[in-house]
């Protein structure tokens, strides 16, 4: 048993990517940054082995916050700092953020007692807004953790399945959720890597950017 246990754990993988920063705008004053969070699995931790939300930094944050007062004996690994200096238009800065978001949940994910907590899965792999995935947290929605995460971008997942992207319909859907703000919002970004003409990126493209199993040193 105890073979079969260490057999289990050498091919079990989890891969997450931070990338494909988008810029919306809120107000004539008024902007924020969000990051599309691929993951891909076959651990038996996730209920979905193949996942895409977006979320942005104050929303990391959060879920930092959260897990620390679940998992006190614990050092959580640290999220790039606040920087009052921050600029979207600035690139470098906005790289630096985005590779030092993907480190943080690379840690989490790796971190077997935080996976115990229902709002990281809730968080990855989930469309809810914050103030929904407390509610679903503590048992005050209709819907159950693992309903909210299986309905959650079943468009793009089928789509990815089927090996076709997901068109612009999909990607506004998983998209639409952030803090209440619709992808309607978005408007021309101010950073070159952001052209909102092919802002669309698939599944398909995202999970690329994933070591092959074979890499992974999982057969």
Partial sequence: MDCMLDNLAKTEFISICVHNPRVHKEDLWHTHVDYEICLHTNSMCFRK????????????????????????????????PWNPFFSLRNTELVIQRMKGLQRFLEIVVHTPLLLSDSRLHLFLQSDLSIAKIEKCAWGKTKYTVAEAIQRSNNSCINRFEDKASCDSDCESSSSSSVLGLSVDTLRGSPLPFLDCSDSHSDLSSCLSEFPTQEQLGVH
């Avoid at 082995?49 to 640290?78: G, T």
Wanted: glycine content about 0%; aromatic content about 10%.
């Fill in 49 to 80: 082995k193949i996942s895409s939300v977006r979320r942005r930094y104050s929303e990391f944050v959060w879920l930092r916050h959260c897990l620390e007062q679940n998992a006190l004996i614990i050092e959580l690994p640290k999220l790039p």
